[in-house]
């Protein structure tokens, strides 16, 4: 399990092939695995990504508000107006897929952006 952490580390430490996406609203998949070497827990999410170094993922009533500095992401996940938790990890943009790791939980997050929204939420 440690090897798949550490493995998973060096992969964000890596430079990044790919930036974000554009500022704007998209169709996207949030992925999230329980372990750095559980498998993947895909389903439908909307990204938002605002001008500068913001980001919304939005399940349903569940938001991860996203402030993405140049060596790591701070994580707000937010229900309605109450904060649920917040961490900080490493990240990385590889090929359009945001990818990071909340190391205390171990927890393994993907967003992958898909076709871009029109029109108001």
């Not at 992925?31 to 990504?49: K, N, Q, R, Y």
């Not at 170094?53 to 009533?61: G, Q």
């Amino acid at each position: 399990m440690r090897g798949a952490v550490l493995l998973f580390l060096a992969a964000l430490a890596a430079p990044a092939a790919a930036a974000g996406p554009a500022p704007g609203r998209y169709q996207a998949t949030l992925c999230v695995a329980a372990s750095a070497s559980a498998p993947l827990s895909c389903g439908p999410a909307e990204l938002d990504i605002r001008s500068g170094s913001r980001a919304e993922v939005r399940v349903a009533d569940i938001v991860y508000r996203l402030h993405l500095r140049p060596e790591q992401v701070d994580v707000a996940t937010m229900q309605g107006r109450m904060q649920i938790d917040e961490f900080s990890a490493e990240y990385a943009w590889r090929d359009g897929v945001l990818s990071f790791l909340d190391a205390d939980k171990q927890a393994r997050y993907e967003v992958r952006p898909g076709p871009r929204l029109t029109g108001s939420r």
